[in-house]
């Protein structure tokens, strides 16, 4: 199974910046994507950016331009980089992972326990 554990969440201001991180295991390699997903109290997880191996990049039209994903392979380790943070901003943000099989890709497989993010006014 893949563990993916996050870090890098806090207290910040509106307009204030953070960068989350996420390690995943050494042994994966795979096509399929990683991504960010957030989820606030009350409210359903959301689907904040995905990346793949290639560099490939997607975000939700709420975050483009103010996010940024990344992947260092090297370190395993899964980046989202935020600026111009918003207070609607906050939730509780997961690093996901796919799940490879021999058919494609099944979304959204492996979570990691989520770190929050708390954006003030």
């Known amino acids: 199974q893949v563990r993916l554990v996050e870090s890098g969440g806090g207290s910040v201001q509106a307009g204030g910046s953070l960068k989350l991180s996420c390690r995943y295991p050494g042994n994966i390699f795979s096509t399929c994507a990683m991504s960010w997903y957030r989820q606030a109290p009350g409210k359903e997880r959301e689907l904040v950016s995905n990346?793949?191996?290639?560099?490939?990049?997607n975000y939700a039209d709420s975050v483009r331009g103010r996010f940024t994903i990344s992947l260092d392979s090297a370190r395993n380790t899964l980046y989202l980089q935020m600026t111009s943070l918003k207070t609607e901003d906050t939730a509780a943000y997961y690093c996901?992972?796919?799940?490879?099989?021999?058919?494609?890709?099944?979304?959204?497989?492996?979570w990691g326990q989520g770190t929050q993010v708390t954006v003030s006014s």
């Open positions: 996901v992972m796919d799940r490879a099989t021999s058919d494609g890709c099944v979304s959204a497989t492996y």
């Open positions: 990346i793949w191996q290639h560099g490939a990049t």
